[in-house]
């Protein structure tokens, strides 16, 4: 073999064996001092490009799911206030429902006037006193908030909470209160065709083209032989449209005649016509009723009169119904015809009610149904005031065998209600209906500033718009909720996403202890195994001092 000294090649070969694993080594020792498998991009380029990537996005995870428990804490703060505000509302609803029942002196009223009063107040403060980190969060203004929640850009819910001020709280309501006209005296009648031209009243009357519509959808509608005004049916094609419906539209009718008092109804003013003695007449006073559109009708009697003439004077007995025996027969016929029609003697006065709101026509109809002897006539009073409220007094001249006819119609009154504004329109045809505002206007909000018990009236009107502003402040509170719902259900998901994101990077980055520590322990066997050989390596070239002896 060849013995050479001044480059010793397996001494040097032997080292740099040493060198590398002593480099393996001090790595693997680093690994599992410091828990990271790699300790710099020379480690794992790609591997650490991935772990970056993963814990960019589980830091954003976090710090999304921070920004929903902060989002959320507001909305329980404003869910919580809203909660408030519905169940003063609910006593206010009470108090005026309260105050709706006429057995309450104006005193009374007055006292729950002021109740309502101080809790609108409050509900003001709760509106405009809510807020979080210094953001008002039920006066109208959380518009359009924004709270991020994703890793990404974009990644947004917006939220929106209505405003819960007193003047933001009410309904938007049109009114119509009906309207009441008696026609003249004539000829025709008998029939819902002769009642409508007896009346002579055309924004009585719907024909075709004649029409009330909501946003475009029709309500109401006339016919080509034409019906009564009636809010009863109004109301009823509120109600049943579905779109209506979906807007939160709603419509309530209602229809009460209180008359004036009743006495002496229908009165004789003159005879004419005998020509012997003992001649005379007999007269019938019949009321005809129309009610709704016109479809429903029955009769009742309401006087006999009897006229006899001596040679000289007329004698003339009128036998009119007493108020209790007329409301019996009105009930009575009402009820085989299936009108919905009530009547009662509200002290001493004839109140007729509808309760879904259905228009009250009456025709009374005078004849002379006998005669003995001459052809006797007679001047007939009927005072129709005295059997439907706002009507007015008739008299039919010479009644004779022709019967006579003389029409009164009242229209009920309805109430539209709406959380959100609408647009009225109504044909001039059907001007009965007395609507509060003029076709075409945009309904305006009647608030909680406006409502007022100190009558049967305002507490009936003020009930509509409590009712329509629990409604809103019970959209609002369930909104909110879903949000709240919503935000929980994305935070439990982002928390499940982002330890799995940790885990990811955690399998990348990460050192494997068992897997490093076998790995150290085989660079340590190494290191001593290299550190033997370099000795036995250096120990080589003094095999030439051999040769040198």
């Known amino acids: 073999m060849a013995l050479k000294i001044n480059f010793n090649a397996e001494a040097a070969v032997t080292h740099t064996a040493l060198l590398r694993n002593e480099r393996a080594m001090n790595k693997s020792l680093?690994?599992?001092?410091?828990?990271?498998?790699?300790?710099?991009?020379?480690?794992?380029?790609?591997?650490?490009?991935i772990a970056d990537q993963l814990?960019?996005?589980?830091?954003?995870?976090?710090?999304?799911?921070?920004?929903?428990?902060?989002?959320?804490?507001?909305?329980?703060?404003?869910?919580?206030?809203?909660?408030?505000?519905?169940?003063?509302?609910?006593?206010?609803?009470?108090?005026?429902?309260?105050?709706a029942n006429d057995i309450n002196d104006p005193n009374a009223r007055a006292a729950l006037q002021r109740d309502i009063t101080n809790l609108r107040d409050a509900i003001q403060k709760?509106?405009?006193?809510?807020?979080?980190?210094?953001?008002?969060?039920?006066?109208g203004t959380f518009q359009g908030k924004v709270i991020h929640y994703g890793a990404r850009a974009n990644q947004t819910i917006t939220v929106d909470i209505g405003n819960l001020q007193t003047t933001a709280l009410g309904s938007y309501l049109a009114s119509g209160s009906g309207n009441v006209t008696t026609g003249s005296a004539g000829t025709t009648g008998g029939s819902l065709a002769n009642f409508i031209t007896g009346l002579n009243s055309p924004t009585y009357v719907a024909t075709?083209?004649?029409?009330?519509?909501?946003?475009?959808?029709?309500?109401?509608?006339?016919?080509?032989?034409?019906?009564?005004?009636?809010?009863?049916?109004?109301?009823?094609?509120?109600?049943?449209?579905?779109?209506?419906?979906?807007a939160g539209i709603r419509a309530i009718a209602s229809n009460s005649s209180l008359a004036s008092t009743y006495s002496a109804p229908v009165s004789v003013s003159g005879e004419a016509g005998g020509a012997n003695?003992?001649?005379?007449?007999?007269?019938?006073?019949?009321?005809?009723?129309?009610?709704?559109?016109?479809?429903?009708?029955?009769?009742v009697n309401l006087s006999e009169i009897n006229t006899t003439f001596d040679g000289t004077d007329y004698t003339t007995t009128v036998t009119t119904a007493t108020l209790d025996t007329l409301v019996q027969r009105i009930n009575s016929a009402a009820g085989l015809a299936g009108a919905s029609v009530v009547a009662v003697n509200d002290g001493g006065k004839l109140k007729l009610t509808t309760p879904d709101g259905q228009t009250i026509g009456v025709e009374a109809r005078v004849i002379r149904t006998a005669n003995t002897g001459g052809p006797i006539t007679a001047d007939i009073s009927v005072n129709l005031g005295q059997i439907l409220q706002g009507a007015s007094s008739r008299t039919f001249d010479d009644v004779n065998?022709?019967?006579?006819?003389?029409?009164?119609?009242?229209?009920?009154?309805?109430?539209i209600t709406a959380p959100e504004a609408y647009t009225l329109n109504y044909s001039s045809g059907v001007s009965a209906f007395n609507f509060s505002i003029s076709s075409g206007t945009q309904v305006g909000l009647q608030s909680l500033e406006s409502i007022s018990v100190l009558s049967?009236?305002?507490?009936?009107?003020?009930?509509?718009?409590?009712?329509?502003?629990?409604?809103?402040?019970?959209?609002?509170?369930?909104?909110?909720?879903?949000?709240?719902?919503?935000?929980?259900?994305?935070?439990?998901?982002?928390?499940?996403?982002?330890?799995?994101?940790k885990e990811a990077e955690n399998v990348i980055r990460n050192t494997?202890?068992?897997?490093?520590?076998?790995?150290?322990?085989?660079?340590?066997?190494?290191?001593?195994?290299?550190v033997a050989m370099l000795a036995q390596a250096n120990a080589l070239p003094q095999l030439v001092l051999q040769l040198l002896k």
């Open 30 to 49: 680093l690994r599992i001092s410091t828990g990271n498998r790699i300790l710099s991009a020379a480690d794992d380029a790609a591997g650490l490009f």
């Open 55 to 99: 814990s960019v996005v589980a830091a954003a995870l976090d710090q999304g799911n921070k920004n929903i428990q902060t989002g959320i804490s507001a909305l329980q703060i404003a869910e919580t206030n809203v909660g408030q505000i519905f169940e003063k509302l609910q006593t206010i609803y009470t108090k005026a429902q309260s105050a």
């Open 126 to 139: 709760l509106a405009t006193d809510t807020e979080y980190n210094g953001i008002k969060l039920l006066d």
């Open 208 to 246: 075709s083209g004649e029409t009330v519509d909501i946003n475009g959808n029709i309500v109401f509608q006339g016919t080509t032989a034409g019906i009564l005004v009636d809010a009863a049916t109004l109301a009823d094609g509120v109600n049943s449209n579905s779109t209506l419906q979906n």
């Open 277 to 299: 003695n003992g001649d005379d007449a007999d007269f019938a006073v019949t009321l005809n009723f129309y009610l709704g559109t016109g479809s429903t009708t029955f009769s």
């Open 401 to 415: 065998a022709t019967a006579q006819y003389a029409q009164a119609i009242k229209v009920g009154s309805v109430n």
């Open 456 to 501: 049967n009236a305002d507490a009936e009107t003020a009930l509509l718009i409590i009712n329509t502003a629990i409604q809103k402040v019970d959209t609002i509170r369930t909104q909110i909720g879903s949000v709240i719902n919503n935000l929980q259900a994305i935070w439990d998901g982002q928390k499940a996403s982002y330890d799995n994101m």
């Open 512 to 530: 494997d202890f068992a897997a490093e520590m076998t790995n150290f322990t085989t660079m340590q066997i190494r290191m001593q195994s290299g």
